[in-house]
């Protein structure tokens, strides 16, 4: 794993409680649509303190990009603290949740809430490139109101004939906002509605451990074997 000192370009709220964080991308760093990296700062203690993030942005883009819910952490605090043009310490790239080579073989995406990070950066790469391959993105959020980067994936939509979108809200009552969309959770019904033209595709997991470990239960409950499953489970994020 490489080390590299970076400059924080620019923040910004992409949904409640939730920023995203735009490093420089030094012209060495390489890395895989999906994976991730240990960002490294300085606390107002004087202890350095790292956390792991997916990256969200791309592989083709020229900056590197983070986004987290902003829990109240000495961590989160101090990141969202940070002024722009301040310094950090990047480590990695690292994680093996990165989309199968197999074109012929779908991918399915399954994200709760801002489980969606190392998923935009594939659905990105995919639209760049113009991956003829068939994605379909199950995205749970509690409320609009929560979900990160919502409104991008429903261009990217529009912009990847290959790539579709169920995006499912599970708490409407408590949001200020209308939903045309569902109102649900992801269950076995709908998983098998969801991927009946699919053949044989391959399922990816991300988000807070609990829902990681229901939403595989839910895929075996439907016949999906635990070799086409990949997750990546977010603590503390």
């Not at 408590?174 to 045309?180: F, G, I, L, T």
């Not at 990681?212 to 086409?228: F, K, M, Q, S």
């Amino acid at each position: 794993m490489n080390t590299y000192q970076v400059r924080l370009e620019g923040s910004e709220e992409i949904a409640e409680s939730t920023m995203a964080f735009h490093f420089e991308k030094p012209s060495s760093f390489s890395f895989k649509a999906g994976q991730a990296v240990d960002v490294v700062i300085n606390l107002p203690s004087g202890q350095n303190a790292s956390h792991t993030f997916s990256l969200v942005s791309a592989p083709f883009e020229n900056e590197l990009i983070i986004a987290t819910r902003m829990r109240n952490s000495v961590f989160k605090h101090a990141l969202g603290s940070l002024p722009i043009g301040s310094r950090a310490e990047i480590n990695g790239p690292m994680g093996s949740l990165t989309l199968h080579h197999d074109l012929a073989r779908p991918g399915v995406f399954m994200a709760g809430g801002i489980g969606i990070t190392p998923f935009m950066s594939i659905l990105r790469q995919a639209a760049k490139d113009q991956l003829p391959q068939r994605l379909l993105l199950l995205y749970s959020n509690h409320r609009p109101e929560d979900a990160a980067f919502l409104v991008e994936l429903q261009r990217l939509e529009v912009k990847n004939k290959y790539f579709r979108m169920i995006a499912m809200m599970t708490r409407m009552s408590a949001s200020s906002r209308s939903w045309e969309g569902e109102i649900r959770r992801i269950n076995e019904d709908r998983v098998k509605r969801a991927v009946q033209d699919l053949s044989a595709p391959i399922y990816y997991l991300a988000g807070p451990p609990g829902m990681v470990e229901a939403l595989r239960e839910t895929l075996n409950c439907v016949g999906i074997d635990d070799d086409d499953i990949r997750s990546e489970e977010f603590y503390g994020y």
